[in-house]
């Protein structure tokens, strides 16, 4: 699949839920401007996971970034070139971010347009600390002036993997809590 841009064609990648694989995997395709589907970073920390490879990320078609549940990261910045979200079927917000820990700012410096089915709900961010005011007037202004900040904890489902690495790198369970 290829989308197109002003200056040419964009190369695209599928989405997933990134972690150490989603990452290489992502390397290996370094023409990728645009994700399709979800982007799901959540569980990770700052200290083990580099999230800088996102950067040349530019789009995000027929899918929701999804950022929660996050230690260490004092923003997004490593998505900087991120202009678009777009998941018009979808009654979910385009944006969720929620119960970073660490999180000083949003820091999606590009980005000019989400789109979602339900406009009102286009993006939706849950911050522990108080976020500057520039952030918050420019990320009103993406979301046509609706309100999308709200301080506090959001009460969402925790996934944890239990993983065992063999030789082949098989990812063994999946265990779900719900609160």
């Known amino acids: ?23 290489e995997k992502f390397q290996e395709e370094p023409e990728c401007r645009v994700i399709v589907g979800d982007l799901v970073i959540k569980g990770l920390n700052a200290n083990t996971t580099e999230l800088e490879k996102l950067r040349r990320i530019e789009r995000i078609e027929q899918g929701s970034l999804v950022f929660q549940q996050n230690i260490g ?5 490593f998505l900087r070139n991120l202009e678009v979200i777009s998941h018009p079927d979808s009654p979910e917000p385009a944006l969720q971010i929620a119960n970073n820990y660490g999180m000083k700012f949003i820091g999606l410096p590009s980005l000019k347009t989400v789109k979602a089915a339900d406009e009102d709900k286009a993006i939706e961010i849950y911050t522990y600390e108080e976020m500057p005011k520039s952030e918050k007037r420019r990320l009103r202004a993406v979301a ?8 506090g904890e959001k009460n969402i489902g925790q996934i944890r993997r239990a993983r065992e690495e063999y030789s082949d790198n098989a990812v063994l369970g999946r265990f779900i809590f719900l609160e």
């Open 144 to 151: 046509n002036k609706r309100e999308v900040f709200t301080l």
């Open 73 to 77: 990261y004092e923003s997004m910045l």
């Open 1 to 23: 699949m290829f989308v197109s841009n002003v200056g040419g064609i964009l190369k695209t990648c599928e989405g997933g839920i990134v972690d150490k694989r989603f990452l």
